[in-house]
């Protein structure tokens, strides 16, 4: 066994804090109106239904999937009031390898409405904008080949 104490980078390391190391991120978000929302993610955005949750016969939630990105979508119970503002000051960051121009073409095919248009950025990244029914934001985006 090696004896590290007179050692004094070893010491150093040590005690030095380890940063926090997350692996993913998953969103909790709740909506209006459930199906509603279900129906935007998934028929319009590109969503795949992983879990409906039911409690006492009707939904309540429902877990949905896009490639390693997981929502979970939750029915209001209307506690806080049905015209609190919901999304203000956030905006959801999706990136992807995909071509976001096909993406932005078929979500507005299926009757999507985008906040903005795919655009190019000066860091390399194509990104476009769209608010889902209950006015929280997202941004796709993918970075353009050789950039």
Known sequence: MTDHSSN???ARKRAEPVSFRARSL???LTVKDLQKSLVWYRDVVGFTLELLHEHEGKARSASIKAGDV???LNQDDGAK???????EGISFYLATVQDVDSIATRIKERGGTLQSEPADMPWGA???RLRDPDGFNFTISSIRAGS
């Open 126 to 128: 194509r990104v476009f």
């Open 70 to 72: 997981q929502i979970r």
């Open 26 to 28: 998953s969103i909790s």
């Open 81 to 87: 009031g049905w015209t609190r503002v919901k999304g």
């Open 8 to 10: 004094p980078e070893h």
